[in-house]
């Protein structure tokens, strides 16, 4: 088993991160993607399921997927306490707490992201979070769906970040300009982009936004949908 991290994009702002042969499953929006047809949401692998906020295009498949997989979900307590009257369990954690998983060894730190955060009937989804990912010396930022914030710049007093996984579509979200600040915020090199093109309105122009990357001395992946990168390869 190798002692890296590998993350496959799913589309929209999905990602499954895999770290010794566990899956760690963010915000499944998929079977409602018409960008992600090909990918068959019974394939998917999950030992637990991150889910940031409620909002419908990241938790469209969560119930599906841990009724399959027996998954369980680490997300907020509100979040959870939806899932578990569906009689899907977790793991409820809060904005600035940590737990470890994996028998230990992946540290999951919720943080702060500026967003809102309700179901699709209008409850109430608890406050909109991202997660730091620590395994192995190797730490991924999941933002969530988040506005550039101050609060930002304290994840490197802490943590060295070699991935941060961005929503970059604008409109909903942060776009490309604030996405590259957010890179500088938390001092990492290399962006894998998320949370665009779903929708018209979050359509972006993939070779100017690397370009503008480029400029800022930082690296835009943008995968295929179903395609993965391996994180060590991005490590100096």
């Given at each position: 088993?190798?002692?890296?991290?590998?993350?496959?994009?799913?589309?929209?702002?999905?990602?499954?991160?895999?770290?010794?042969?566990?899956?760690?499953?963010?915000?499944?929006?998929?079977?409602?993607?018409?960008?992600?047809?090909?990918?068959?949401?019974?394939?998917?692998?999950?030992?637990?399921?991150?889910?940031?906020?409620?909002?419908?295009?990241?938790i469209l498949d969560a119930e599906a997927i841990a009724k399959r997989?027996?998954?369980?979900?680490?997300?907020?307590?509100?979040?959870?306490?939806?899932?578990?009257?569906?009689?899907?369990?977790?793991?409820?954690?809060?904005?600035?707490?940590?737990?470890?998983?994996?028998?230990?060894?992946?540290?999951?730190?919720?943080?702060?992201?500026?967003?809102?955060?309700?179901?699709?009937?209008?409850?109430?989804?608890?406050?909109?979070?991202?997660?730091?990912?620590?395994?192995?010396?190797?730490?991924?930022y999941v933002s969530g769906d988040t506005a550039l914030t101050m609060?930002?710049?304290?994840?490197?007093?802490?943590?060295?970040?070699?991935?941060?996984?961005?929503?970059?579509?604008?409109?909903?979200?942060?776009?490309?300009?604030?996405?590259?600040?957010?890179?500088?915020?938390?001092?990492?090199?290399?962006?894998?982009?998320?949370?665009?093109?779903?929708?018209?309105?979050i359509k972006i122009d993939k070779e100017a936004s690397k370009r503008?990357?480029?400029?800022?001395?930082?690296?835009?992946?943008?995968?295929?949908?179903?395609?993965?990168?391996?994180?060590?390869?991005?490590?100096?």
């Amino acid at each position: 088993i190798t002692k890296n991290m590998k993350v496959t994009y799913l589309g929209h702002a999905c990602v499954n991160i895999e770290i010794e042969g566990a899956h760690f499953l963010v915000d499944p929006f998929i079977s409602a993607n018409p960008l992600a047809q090909h990918i068959n949401i019974n394939d998917i692998e999950a030992t637990y399921i991150l889910l940031t906020h409620a909002h419908g295009d990241h938790i469209l498949d969560a119930e599906a997927i841990a009724k399959r997989t027996g998954a369980p979900l680490i997300t907020n307590p509100e979040i959870l306490a939806h899932y578990r009257a569906l009689g899907i369990d977790g793991h409820d954690m809060n904005i600035g707490g940590s737990h470890r998983f994996l028998d230990g060894k992946v540290k999951i730190k919720m943080i702060k992201a500026v967003h809102s955060s309700s179901f699709p009937d209008g409850s109430y989804g608890g406050n909109p979070a991202g997660f730091l990912i620590n395994y192995n010396d190797t730490t991924i930022y999941v933002s969530g769906d988040t506005a550039l914030t101050m609060d930002m710049k304290i994840i490197p007093h802490q943590y060295k970040v070699d991935l941060g996984i961005f929503p970059i579509g604008n409109n909903y979200t942060m776009g490309v300009r604030d996405a590259i600040t957010a890179a500088k915020f938390v001092e990492t090199d290399n962006v894998l982009g998320v949370h665009y093109d779903t929708f018209e309105v979050i359509k972006i122009d993939k070779e100017a936004s690397k370009r503008k990357f480029s400029d800022a001395h930082k690296r835009l992946h943008l995968l295929e949908i179903g395609a993965t990168l391996d994180v060590s390869t991005l490590i100096r």
